[in-house]
């Protein structure tokens, strides 16, 4: 069974700072990647999808990288601004199942 | 286009009632998931259908929980009856076929007291 874990739970910088969200994966026969973020009361946005021939992805100030071989993947923010701050879930694909971490809840102080 | 629509938004229920949750997913989007996600945990899925028919149930508690998705398009999600541990915002999302990028509604928060 996969198992999906999100390390810190929750993170607080100072607006400017980069971000740094980490994410761990027990099986890494997986077909893809993704990252979410979730606001309080809302969906999930997808935010990065990255199959697993590929070590990264990008879109604007966000970049995601994926090491298969360790079940590992990495999710940056670059300079972090207020409007960053949410819930961020990382979701690992095998077998046409999404399967998700829990979640790092990032506030970014102004 | 528009979005995955989910009603209603908010439900607080008594243990032992019964409730039903609404999804209506993005037009054309064959594939449709019910997923459970409990304060402070990642989403887990209850059920997928493609068109009308059940692909994966394996995690739906088949005592209390069913689902239905008539004609391929809406679906419902129903509990009954529902149970403490039942609390959880129960999220709705659909897929095109040619994608593997899932498309979740706002989601449905169910409190049981």
């Known amino acids: 069974k996969q198992e999906v874990t999100q390390i810190p739970a929750a993170l607080s910088v100072p607006e400017g700072e980069n971000l740094v969200l980490n994410c761990s994966f027990t099986d890494s026969a997986i077909y893809n990647l993704q990252w979410f973020r979730q606001d309080p009361g809302k969906g999930l946005t997808s935010l990065l999808l990255?199959?697993?021939?590929?070590r990264e992805q990008t879109s604007g100030r966000l970049n995601a990288s994926l090491d298969k071989s360790s079940g590992r993947s990495t999710l940056y923010i670059a300079a972090s601004q207020p409007g960053d701050s949410a819930t961020y879930l990382c979701?690992?694909?095998?077998?046409?199942?999404?399967?998700f971490g829990a979640g790092t809840t990032v506030t970014v102080r102004a | 286009e528009a979005g995955v629509a989910q009603s209603p938004r908010y439900k607080i229920i008594e243990k032992r009632q019964s409730v039903a949750f609404w999804c209506n997913p993005i037009s054309g989007h064959a594939t449709l998931y019910w997923y459970q996600q409990i304060l402070g945990q990642g989403p887990k899925l209850l059920i997928q259908?493609?068109?009308?028919?059940?692909?994966?149930d394996s995690q739906l508690p088949k005592d209390r929980f069913s689902a239905e998705r008539l004609k391929g398009v809406d679906s419902t999600l129903k509990i009954q009856p529902a149970k403490l541990e039942d609390s959880a915002v129960y999220l709705c999302?659909?897929?095109?076929?040619?994608?593997?990028?899932?498309?979740f509604g706002p989601g449905t928060r169910l409190t049981v007291t």
């Open positions: 990255i199959q697993s021939s590929q």
């Open positions: 259908f493609q068109n009308n028919g059940v692909v994966d």
């Open positions: 979701a690992v694909r095998a077998d046409y199942k999404l399967s």
């Open positions: 999302a659909s897929r095109r076929p040619s994608s593997y990028e899932q498309y």
